[in-house]
């Protein structure tokens, strides 16, 4: 057989084989596994028709993800520091000029200090001066 025939061999052997896998393996964690094992167990709690599959109950899952799920999951994944930067870079567009982490950092205690002052003049007022 010559290396052209076996390339073509090889080429065709593996469009075969992607063709028939339209199943992928993914990594969940197990306490994912067992949640999902069982809704299979309760969708399949039936006494007629077909079996209901894992990938039924995950696809069903997909098509009610919104919009506001996509953003409490980022959310969610955001350190403090990446909280820090992103309010610092929307800042610096709200005023038009680049503002450093140091720099921000010292307006965020400037306004700290500001609104404690004020709590403790409406605790003042509020007690009548005690």
């Known amino acids: 057989m010559s290396v052209t025939a076996q390339t073509e061999n090889h080429k065709t052997l593996r469009n075969v084989k992607s063709a028939k896998a339209d199943a992928m393996p993914i990594r969940i964690k197990k306490e994912t596994k067992r949640a999902l094992t069982k ?3 309760r969708a399949n709690s039936k006494n007629f028709g077909k079996r209901i599959l894992v990938d039924d109950i995950v696809s069903l899952g997909i098509n009610l993800i919104e919009t506001h799920h ?9 350190t403090n520091k990446d909280r820090f930067d992103k309010e610092r870079k929307e800042y610096a567009k709200k005023i038009g000029r680049f503002v450093g982490p140091d720099e921000f950092l010292g307006i965020l205690m400037a306004k700290s200090n500001q609104e404690e002052q004020l709590h403790e003049k409406e605790n003042v007022a509020s007690t009548g001066g005690r």
């Open 70 to 78: 996509i953003e409490q999951l980022q959310n969610s994944s955001m």
């Open 39 to 41: 809704w299979i167990r």
